[in-house]
């Protein structure tokens, strides 16, 4: 199975800690603060007793709105590679068992179930544990759309040194895969683009490049690939 890597999105030190991060991160955080006094004084408005049903209307749907602005500036943030990052030695086996209701969601939501297989003893390895469970849920969730429509299965393997790298580059590899479709050659090298993707207007195509942001904060390698009626995401985290 040949992997492929989001070499194109041209990630090294200066997209990560760079000015252009700087500024992002400092124009969402303004712009979360304009948001929240929409919400808030939307709220207020709608708390009144006897407000005209047009006007509450209007006011739910200008709340709203202003709710999924902010849950965007936040994935963009994400995106531009502007996460801040509690880098600890996290054990994935008991790590698992305290994310499994969000990570099983997504199947859950599809009528699937994910089929697992964790070795256990797993050394520690050097991650966020909320960005690590970000990727997680990410690549997950497009597991489970994927897959779900077309009757397909959905797999997580997780493996330590030896299992699937050699041993002796000390990394523990999650793949995660699905069956049911396969993406094309031609448009794989593009899946961890920004807003890249082929799902409705309600999806805006920033999961894998915010998986792939994330995971090069956290020295972590991901990749994909997709042939024979299957997809798989890889992702290669050092031992701490």
């Known amino acids: 199975m040949q992997f492929v890597f ?7 030190n200066e997209h990560s800690e760079g000015f252009h991060q700087e500024l992002l991160r400092g124009l969402t955080h303004k712009l979360n603060n304009l948001l929240a006094v929409i919400q808030g004084f939307s709220s207020l408005i709608l708390m009144t007793d006897d407000l005209d049903p047009g006007i509450s209307e209007n006011m739910q749907h200008i709340r709203e709105a202003s709710v999924g602005v902010a849950n965007l500036s936040e994935r963009v943030r994400g995106a531009g590679g502007c996460a801040k990052l509690q880098m600890q030695a996290l054990n994935l086996n008991e790590y ?3 994310v499994q209701a969000a990570l099983l969601e997504p199947f859950s939501k599809n009528g699937l179930q994910l089929e697992a ?6 050394p520690p390895i050097n991650a966020d544990p909320t960005k690590i469970k970000d990727i997680l849920i990410e690549v997950l969730k497009n597991a489970a759309e994927a897959s779900g429509p077309v009757g397909g299965r959905a797999m997580l393997k997780i493996a330590g040194p030896g299992g699937i790298t050699p ?13 049911g479709s396969t993406i094309p050659p031609d448009k794989l090298p593009q899946v961890f683009r920004a807003f ?3 799902k409705t207007s309600n999806h805006l195509g920033l ?34």
Do not use: F, K
């Open 6 to 12: 989001p070499t194109h999105l041209q990630l090294g």
């Open 96 to 98: 698992l068992s305290v």
């Open 117 to 122: 297989d964790v070795q256990q003893g797993l």
């Open 167 to 179: 041993v002796e580059q000390r990394r523990v590899d999650i793949l995660i895969s699905n069956t």
């Open 196 to 198: 890249y993707g082929s």
């Open 207 to 240: 999961g894998l490049t915010i998986s792939a942001m994330l995971a090069h904060q956290m020295g972590i390698q991901i990749g994909i690939a997709s042939e024979n009626n299957t997809t798989s995401v890889w992702l290669s985290c050092p031992v701490a």
